[in-house]
């Protein structure tokens, strides 16, 4: 199970990758307690470097373990809930107590401008799908 943190540092790298994950079909849940989030990732067996190379991305905010996925041939792990994590999944979902609902109709605040120079969040992106 991931460790539980108050805050995490996120570098430009990590904040490319998790806007490129979020693009895709990436996932975050929020705490019980609404102040917090959690990034989870879930990929096919068959993207195990990629999942591998994630983990390492994302080390610092306390990932519980690469896991099997349950009734699939996935691998994932979440990373621990962090309060600076909670902005992303603002961003990203229409309600903020419901990790499901992600907003199709608008990018976020400022991911224009990003993706217009980026080219790691856009390959992460395409990956992520």
């Known amino acids: ?3 539980q943190s108050s805050t995490v540092s996120i570098s430009k790298e990590q904040k490319e990758i998790l806007l490129g994950i ?3 079909d990436g ?3 929020v705490a019980q307690n609404g102040k917090s989030a ?3 990732i879930e990929q ?3 993207k195990r470097e990629y999942v591998e190379h994630l983990y390492k991305v994302f080390q610092n905010w306390n990932p519980g373990e690469i896991v099997p996925a349950t009734n699939s041939n996935n691998l994932k792990f979440s990373t621990g809930y962090s309060t600076s994590l909670l902005h992303y999944h603002q961003e990203f979902y229409r309600n903020p107590d419901n990790s499901i609902e992600k ?3 608008t ?3 400022g991911l224009n401008t990003l993706l217009q120079t980026d080219l790691l969040l856009i390959f992460i992106w ?3 799908e």
């Open 1 to 3: 199970m991931p460790k």
């Open 22 to 24: 979020l693009l895709g």
């Open 27 to 29: 996932h975050m849940e």
């Open 38 to 40: 959690r990034l989870k």
């Open 44 to 46: 096919s067996c068959e």
């Open 103 to 105: 907003k199709n109709d």
């Open 107 to 109: 990018f976020p605040s």
């Open 126 to 128: 395409m990956m992520a």
